[in-house]
């Protein structure tokens, strides 16, 4: 991706997601994947898709388990003692 398409991308995810914190992180060398980051913490990639002359960006972000809260607890089974 270039620098301008980084740029449109970087906007139009921080006006959706409602941000001004999300950024994306060029790669160090063209042709690798560009990267979404909040703040300083990376959470996915974007793909640029070039389809017969129609572009498109996916985004993909990943979630670590350990990153989530934890689940809820199970609900106690009432007339058991």
Not at 37 to 58: C, F, K, L, M, P
């Given at each position: 991706m270039t620098p301008t398409e980084i740029a449109r991308v970087q906007t139009c995810l921080r006006r959706l997601?409602?941000?001004?914190?999300?950024?994306?992180?060029?790669p160090p060398r063209p042709g690798?994947?560009?990267?979404?980051?909040?703040?300083?913490?990376?959470?996915?990639?974007?793909?640029?898709?070039?389809?017969?002359?129609?572009?498109?960006?996916?985004?993909?972000?990943t979630l670590l388990e350990e990153d989530l809260p934890p689940p809820p607890a199970a609900p106690r089974r009432a007339g058991r003692a």
């Open positions: 997601l409602g941000s001004e914190r999300v950024k994306l992180i060029a690798q994947t560009v990267e979404v980051a909040v703040e300083d913490e990376v959470i996915g990639t974007v793909h640029r898709d070039d389809e017969e002359g129609e572009i498109s960006y996916a985004v993909t972000i």
